[in-house]
């Protein structure tokens, strides 16, 4: 996971910057081309095709930021090389962003030496300082962040404009680098900045704070840091709480299970696996259930007035319910998951609980991936209902454990356990002395 909150409205701030730069400039090209490749970059911009506007601002770079570029046209010539390192960005060409954000900062500030007044045009690089801060962007997207917080720091420093930037942004983003350079305490600081500022950030800014959460979620995954994950959490748990169907639209319900997943480790003897259940528990609590997700489209599709706007809810509705029906449904992972959390801690009953009742609710329950391009269904009830029979065991439900046993032995003849079965059920009927019933499952 590598969250970072994108410039916001950056086709808006092309827009806008460039017709500053068109008027500001508009004298000094006079008739030459380069104003209509402004405007051609300006929609191709517009029209989300980055590759079209970098070719043609880098054409212009190339043809007239070689000869003096500032004394030509001054400070705003700087906007050009701002708005090819947003189109760079969007391509994800991050080192050579960082390079055309850095020339516009350095290059083209607003300072026009006195002596040079007469002799430079007037004009101004609207995006001076917010280069620094895409520039700290840059970097970041180029995994250099160190680089990246030293950007940031010292575009807060120079106090920047109200208005002129999101706090939410830069925050979320320093604490994503701290995070990833494994400095907990320091993201930490700055992730709570916006958690306590939540009901004042936009939607926008919500998605990739979550994302950013995750981050910070993983190092404590790796660095076994139990209390603190749990206090973050409990503090900020409303906020972590996204409407269930945006959770499942956006992927937070498969992070989330992601990472409690990692939280429970493979390794059942190691200690630090063993303390992080409570933390995979807490991971889980945060996943809305599919059933969640219906009951919340249901309510939308309630509100909306329109016989389209109510088949396209409904036609989600279905997409999901046929999850549940097909045994394919992402909770199916998610109470697989829970049952062995269960396991780990000894709460074989309530491990039981979920098998058996995912026997009922799931009885086609299969996992489908991709492999070679080709769709590869794994059937996953023959493997829950061996559970259900193993946990019954496991805390002296013989009924119970013989009902999944004897079910198991009838619909997955041959499956690969089997033998366990087999031997789990003849071993309790052989004490109980009913050696016919060991005979017949034998053979």
Known sequence: MRAQIPSRSS?????????????TLGSSFGQNPVEDNYRKAVQRMEESKWADAEVILKAVVKDYGNNDPFGNYGPAFGLIHYHLGLCQMKLEKYIEAGEQFEISFKKFHNNIPPADIDRIPATRNHYNLLSLYQWGRAEQGAEEYVGAIKLFNEFLASKPEK???????????????HALLGKIPEATEYLQKVYDAYAKINLR???????AFFDLASQWIEKAKLVEAISFMDKNDASLRFPAADSFKYGFNGSLLRLAQEAVGEDEEEEDDMKLNALALRFFSLTPRTEDVISELLNRKAFYQTDGAKAKVQAEIDKLQATIDQGTTVDIAGLRLLAKIYENNGSFRAAYAIYDDMTRRYPAAQSINTVDGEKVETPLAPEIRYHATRCAFSFGDLHSAQHHGMVFLKDY??????????????????????????IEIAL
């Open 11 to 23: 086709k808006p701030l092309a827009l806008i910057a460039l017709l500053i730069l068109l008027s």
């Open 163 to 177: 208005g002129s930037y999101s706090p939410a942004e830069i925050y979320t983003n320093l604490g994503v680098c």
């Open 205 to 211: 800014e919500r998605y990739y704070l979550q994302r």
């Open 413 to 438: 003849p041959g499956h690969e356990l089997e033998p366990e079965v087999q031997s789990m059920l003849m071993a309790q009927l052989f004490r109980r002395g009913d050696y016919l019933r060991c």
